[in-house]
């Protein structure tokens, strides 16, 4: 017998290994997004970049991702989209409530960390995210080093 998350299919398409570094994840929240016809057509052939996307919520409460880089589909003649245009993430209210008053502390904002297709939807992984500092940066390089060095020996002693 199989269970709920063996048969949902998820096909990762994008992923911001950035966010990561730049940043620390505090909080991940999946959510939906409205996308038109050429923009699936596009994600389904792996055209997509995260790498300089945020999420911001406009005057009427709505919650928007920009900066997301999506191909034009090479086979649409004069209806294709715009490569970097908004696009609206789909919450529950109660979600984006929660997501506006997280978003409203100091230093905290709103990163992509992948987009993928689940059951045959577009979805996105936003995350609540804190921006570190350069130290931040150079410790956890130090820290991924240490582990690497760590690793290798051990590998060795086998």
């Known amino acids: ?11 990762i398409i994008s992923e911001n290994r950035k966010a990561r ?5 505090l ?14 057509k596009s994600l389904r052939a792996g055209r997509a970049n995260l790498k300089d996307a945020y999420g911001r919520f406009n005057n009427h409460g709505e919650l928007y991702l920009y900066q ?17 245009r908004p ?3 789909l919450l529950h209210k109660s979600e984006l409530k929660k997501l506006y008053g997280k978003i409203r502390e100091k230093g905290c904002t709103l990163v992509p960390l992948r987009i993928y297709f689940k059951s045959g939807k577009a979805k ?3 995350a609540i995210a804190r921006g570190k500092r350069s130290y ?17 020996a051990m590998k060795k002693d086998r």
């Open 124 to 126: 996105v992984a936003i």
């Open 68 to 84: 997301m880089h999506i191909n034009p589909y090479t086979h649409a003649h004069y209806d294709n989209h715009e490569p970097e």
């Open 21 to 25: 570094h730049d940043y620390h994840i």
């Open 27 to 40: 909080e991940e929240i999946e959510a939906g997004l409205v996308l038109r016809g050429t923009e699936v």
């Open 136 to 152: 931040d940066k150079r410790d956890a390089i130090k820290e991924r080093e240490v582990k690497r060095e760590i690793d290798r």
């Open 1 to 11: 017998m199989q269970t709920a998350m063996e048969t949902e299919r998820i096909k």
């Open 87 to 89: 696009r609206k993430l």
